[in-house]
């Protein structure tokens, strides 16, 4: 077993990996499988992985089933990101949210926002 800190052992999470979308399927859901090479690469485990249609009650029924299934430590999500009527996936996440985090969904999206910056400057 290999150490993170000091004298921690590693010690593997059970991830769950959801994409949300209306479109894809395992044969193209490029997000998906670079989720599950990352979570593999760095010595997790793959518990699940669903491809759900952007519609809240089958979002929440996976989220829901997911949180209660001791198999699973984490759930991760991809997708689901556009903004029309149709795209519920906010909604459905709000439906099994505990405790909001005020500012911690900007902080990820600033780091995004950096490295994709950064990644588009070395592309010109």
Known sequence: MSKIEGDR????VRIAVATVSDTRTLDNDKSG?????????AGHILAAR??????ADVIEA??????????????????????????????AFAR???????????MFRWISYQKIKKIGRAHV
Request: proline share 5%.
């Open 62 to 91: 996976l989220l829901n089933g997911w949180i209660a299934d001791d198999a699973v430590d984490v759930v991760i999500t991809t997708g689901g990101t556009g903004l029309t009527g149709r795209d519920v996936t906010p909604e």
């Open 33 to 41: 499988d670079t989720l599950v090479e990352r979570i593999e690469a």
């Open 96 to 106: 099994v949210c505990e405790k909001d985090i005020p500012g911690f969904g900007e």
């Open 9 to 12: 052992a590693f010690l593997p």
């Open 50 to 55: 669903e491809i759900v249609k952007d519609d």
